[in-house]
Nanobody
Framework: DVQLQASGGGSVQVGGTLRLSCAAS????????LGWFRQAPGKERERISC????????DYANSVKGRFTMSVDNAKNIMYLQMNSLKPEDTAVYYC??????????????????WGQGTQVTVSS
């Protein structure tokens, strides 16, 4: 049974940092597409970063490029999202996701089968 547990959200001021974690159980990361998404009130779920099994490149949304860093610890089966220089527009519920069928693409939320429960990130000015 694939399970994901996200943690690390919180409230910070503009320019602050947070590191989100997503612990996986029931599967190992190898061969899975992995992604971080977020959803702000009234908005659609947005892809933040993802990695597909077809290559080792991590793809980032333009809105977070240069500020957020996704990493994967295969030994611990945990993936991370380091968030620096946070802005008020980063306020959202953040989700981790995984899917064992995706191979080439990783950016579409609708294609992911497994999701963490979400963790709230609030950035205040």
């Amino acid at each position: 049974d694939v399970q994901l547990q996200a943690s690390g959200g919180g409230s910070v001021q503009v320019g602050g940092t947070l590191r989100l974690s997503c612990a996986a159980s029931g599967f190992t990361f190898g061969g899975f597409a992995l992604g971080w998404f977020r959803q702000a009130p009234g908005k659609e779920r947005e892809r933040i970063s993802c990695i597909s099994p077809s290559n080792d490149n991590i793809d980032y949304a333009n809105s977070v490029k240069g500020r957020f860093t996704m990493s994967v610890d295969n030994a611990k089966n945990i993936m991370y999202l380091q968030m620096n220089s946070l802005k008020p527009e980063d306020t959202a519920v953040y989700y981790c996701a995984a899917d064992g069928e995706l191979y080439w693409a990783c950016s579409l939320a609708d294609e992911y089968a497994s999701w963490g429960q979400g963790t709230q990130v609030t950035v205040s000015s």
